[in-house]
C-alpha cells in the first residue's frame, strides 16, 4: 500500500480509501444489497491487514448504521490514532426542516451525532455531501470551522458541487480566517471525466486533495455492458450517470484487461490512479475480491499507450451526481 498527503494539508491517506456505504441495516434506509454487520467486519479488517488506513461514510448511508458498524469494527481492530475517519453531512436523516442540509443547527446537530455512532471523539475528515443552496455559504462555513475549533474534526472536506460553488467557499473561509476545504469527493472514473474541465484544475492549482467516488462507474467498468447486478435492479441514482455510449469505454478497458492478464477492476483503478490529480479513490467493497483487486491496483503500471487508449473514446455528459 501506498500513502500520500492529502492535497497540501498534513493528513496522510492510503492510497485506497474503503468506501463504508456497502454495509448497513437495510430496515433503517439502505439499499437492499448491503452488507450485515459481521461480513462488514470482516472486509475492514481484511483492508486493515492490507494497508488500508482510511474509511468514508455518511450519516445518511442506511440511516446511520453504516456509521456504527464501521465505528464498532475499527474500534476492536485498529487503534484510533493509526485510522483516518471520513464522515459527511447534508442528506436528510428525519423530517422536519432541521433534519437535513447545512445550516449552523442541522450541522451542529449531525456532528455529534455521528460521533456517537462512529464511537469516536473526532473524525479526521468531515465532508459536506453536497451543496445545499438554502443556507448562505458564510452560515454553513463558520459552523464547520467551530466543529474544528471545538475538537471534534481534525479537517474539512467537501463532495459534488460546481467548480464556482467550491472556490467561492474556499474564498469565503479564507477571508474570514475559518478552516478552508482540504479535500474534494467528486464523481470521476472512465465513463465520466467531466470534473476534468473545472474541478480537477482548480483542485491541482489550489493544492486540494481529491477523493473520487463510484470510481469503477458502479462496477460497470468491471463487467459487459448487459451485465446487471443486484445493485443495478434498485439503483435509481445510478440509472442517471451513465448512457449506452459508454460501452465503448467499457470494451477499451476489457481489451487491455486481456492483454494484461488482469481483471478489468484493476485496470479502471489503475488509470483513475495515474491521474496526477488523484490522491484517493474511494471503492466499495461487497466481495473479497473487490477488496484484492483494489489493493492491487495501487502497483498496476499503465503504459502511456494504454493510458491513451484507455481514455481515447470518451464523449462528452451532462453533468451528473451533484445531487
Known amino acids: 500500500m501506498r500513502y500520500a498527503r492529502l492535497g497540501s494539508s498534513g ?13 448497513g441495516d437495510a430496515d433503517r434506509g439502505g439499499h437492499p444489497w448491503v452488507l450485515d454487520e459481521e461480513a462488514a467486519r470482516g472486509i475492514i479488517r481484511d483492508a486493515l491487514e492490507a494497508g488500508i488506513t482510511t474509511f468514508d461514510t455518511a450519516n445518511v448511508y442506511s440511516g446511520g448504521s453504516s ?18 475517519i471520513a464522515t459527511k453531512v447534508h442528506g436528510r436523516m428525519r423530517p422536519g426542516p432541521y433534519g437535513a442540509g447545512l445550516s449552523r443547527k442541522a450541522i451542529l446537530h449531525e456532528i455529534d451525532a455521528s460521533l456517537r455512532r462512529l464511537g469516536t471523539d473526532y473524525v479526521d ?10 443556507v448562505p455559504i458564510e452560515e454553513t462555513m463558520e459552523a ?3 466543529v474544528v475549533r471545538a475538537g471534534k474534526a481534525r479537517y474539512l472536506g467537501a463532495s459534488s458541487m460546481y467548480a464556482w460553488q467550491f472556490a467561492k467557499a474556499q474564498q469565503v473561509a479564507e477571508r474570514h480566517g475559518w478552516t478552508p476545504f482540504v479535500s474534494m469527493q467528486d ?19 489550489q493544492g486540494v486533495g481529491v477523493l473520487p467516488w463510484s470510481p469503477l462507474a458502479r462496477g460497470r467498468l468491471t463487467r459487459d455492458w448487459d451485465t446487471g447486478t443486484a445493485r443495478t435492479e434498485t439503483d435509481q441514482f445510478g440509472g442517471t450517470l451513465y448512457r449506452d455510449e459508454d460501452r465503448a469505454i467499457v470494451d477499451q478497458v476489457a481489451a ?6 488482469l481483471p478489468r477492476a484493476q485496470v479502471a483503478l489503475s488509470w483513475l490512479l495515474h ?3 488523484v490522491t484517493s479513490p474511494i471503492v466499495g467493497v461487497t466481495k473479497p ?3 484484492a483487486d483494489a489493493v492491487a491496483a495501487v502497483d498496476v503500471e499503465l503504459s502511456p499507450d494504454e493510458l491513451e487508449e484507455l481514455g481515447a473514446g470518451y464523449l462528452p455528459h451532462a453533468v451528473a451526481g451533484h445531487r
Open 67 to 84: 456509521e456504527e458498524f464501521t465505528g464498532r469494527a475499527l474500534k476492536d481492530l485498529a487503534a484510533r490514532e493509526d485510522v483516518v
Open 275 to 277: 491521474q496526477p490529480v
Open 125 to 134: 475528515l468531515y465532508q459536506i455531501h453536497r451543496w445545499d443552496p438554502e
Open 144 to 146: 464547520l470551522h467551530d
Open 11 to 23: 493528513l496522510t491517506v492510503s492510497a485506497i480509501t474503503l468506501g463504508c456505504m456497502s454495509w
Open 289 to 291: 475480491q473487490h477488496l
Open 187 to 205: 464523481h470521476y472514473n472512465l465513463l465520466y471525466r467531466e470534473e476534468e474541465r473545472e474541478m480537477l484544475p482548480l483542485c491541482a492549482d
Open 256 to 261: 487491455v484487461a486481456e492483454r494484461r492478464g
